[in-house]
Nanobody
Framework: QVQLVESGGGSVQAGGSLRLSCAIS????????MAWFRQAPGKEREWVAD???????MYAEPVKGRFSISGDNAKNTLYLQIDSLKPEDTAMYYC??????????????????WGQGTQVIVSS
């Protein structure tokens, strides 16, 4: 069982930065693939980045070089550093967890645990 709580969203101008956090409460010793998704108004939820239990990361093409996913095991927190923000990054951002040491899916349907989301709004 995992509980996820995101924070750190806000309204920024294009070119700005934000750091999103996801506080993780985990019961048991299961390893998880941790991921960030986002959903813009009227669009489907899309995978943004993930990190597996070995620390390996992957990014969606539109965010490569601008987004950085990381985890702090001591603080039980997942982060998403977002730089060079663009208006098209405006969305609700969610962290998600899927049991397993590796990350094998980018389909949101297959992730078992979700946070409530944190809103990012980027103005031009």
């Amino acid at each position: 069982q995992v509980q996820l709580v995101e924070s750190g969203g806000g309204s920024v101008q294009a070119g700005g930065s934000l750091r999103l956090s996801c506080a993780i409460s985990q019961y048991g010793r299961t390893r998880y693939c941790m991921a960030w998704f986002r959903q813009a108004p009227g669009k489907e939820r899309e995978w943004v980045a993930d990190i597996n239990s070995y620390g390996n990361t992957m990014y969606a093409e539109p965010v490569k070089g601008r987004f950085s996913i990381s985890g702090d095991n001591a603080k039980n927190t997942l982060y998403l550093q977002i730089d060079s923000l663009k208006p098209e990054d405006t969305a609700m951002y969610y962290c998600a967890a899927e049991p397993g040491a590796g990350c094998y899916t980018r389909n949101p349907i297959e992730f078992d645990y979700w946070g409530q989301g944190t809103q990012v709004i980027v103005s031009s």
